[in-house]
């Protein structure tokens, strides 16, 4: 039997600092903390590093729990969270979200209202963060809302475990895949399965705001670029039938096209523009795809 209503579930990897601010914001909700828990799962960080957790969590006035992954990935980190919590409903958090002081409850309010739904939080870009050409263009492409979109019926487009709480009841179900070796695509993965099988609610509660607190360099933004194209080809094996939004959007430009362009921009100097910055990752988005999907 769940003994709390809401159990916390924050995968982490040596990202202390970021995760400082996280736990920080958990401390300062409204929702009494004899009503929830925090599991930490370091997923595959060094052993000084979980140290530092344990030191973390026992500074903080909220039970906070502190795990070692038994295998390595985010899917599996959130799986093992799940079976280790005793909340009745489950908030995925990325370690690098702000909450604001309402955060817990309104996830909690929603389920209240209905227990057969997901809840997704309204995740922004942290204002810090934006001080960069290539972070402003992210902005604008990254955590973006469509303003036509249905608030009570969301779909698994916006199921991202950044900030989201669904009943443990589904993991009866399903869970995650853990042939996602990244945090790409995973969640979406997961969100797709139980709508399509169990016709599962995605509410959007906008009252419930985490701001992302991530900073990205051009390397970075290459790198989260592979990722996602590695990860788009699991997705793609798995739902071929969703391949006009992993695979058919990014390939509808040549390869050698797209470098051609990249080149251009460069030797014009025009290496902040956010044409650029979408040309880099497409290319290296669909480079990393095509790799994976052995064309």
């Known amino acids: 039997m769940n003994s709390l209503p809401l159990s916390v579930i924050i995968p982490t990897y040596n990202r202390l600092d970021v995760l400082k601010m996280c736990l920080e914001s958990i401390g300062q909700q409204t929702l009494s903390p004899d009503r929830f828990e925090v599991l930490i799962i370091n997923d595959s960080s060094s052993e000084e590093y979980h140290s530092h957790l344990q030191e973390l969590a026992k500074a903080q006035k909220f039970n906070v729990k502190v795990i070692k992954n038994r295998s390595k990935g985010p899917a599996s980190a959130r799986n093992y969270g799940v079976e280790l919590s005793k909340g009745k409903i489950i908030l995925f958090l990325n370690d690098d979200v702000i909450l604001n002081e309402i955060h817990l409850q309104e996830h909690l309010k929603v389920h209240s209202e209905n227990e057969n739904v997901a809840v997704r939080g309204k995740t922004i870009w942290h204002p810090d963060c934006l001080s960069t050409n290539l972070m402003k263009w992210l902005s604008k492409v990254f955590f973006v809302y469509h303003p036509d979109m249905n608030k009570n019926n969301c779909t698994f487009i916006y199921f991202h475990t950044c900030d989201l709480s669904i009943g443990r009841h589904w ?30 609610r995605l509410v959007f509660c906008e009252s419930a705001v985490s701001q992302h607190h991530h900073f990205y360099n051009l390397r970075d933004h290459i790198r989260r670029a592979k990722i996602n194209g590695i990860s788009g080809a699991v997705f793609s094996k798995k739902h071929p039938e969703l391949n006009y939004r992993v695979v058919d959007l990014f390939l509808k430009m040549p390869q050698r096209e797209k470098l051609k362009k990249i080149l251009g921009l460069m030797l014009r100097f025009k290496i902040n523009t956010e044409e650029f910055y979408s040309l880099i990752y497409d290319y290296f988005y669909a480079r990393a795809l095509l790799r994976h999907l052995n064309r």
């Open 171 to 200: 993991f009866e179900k399903e869970k995650f895949d853990e042939d996602f070796p990244y945090a790409a695509y995973e969640d979406t993965e997961f969100g797709y399965r139980l709508e399509k099988k169990y016709g599962l």
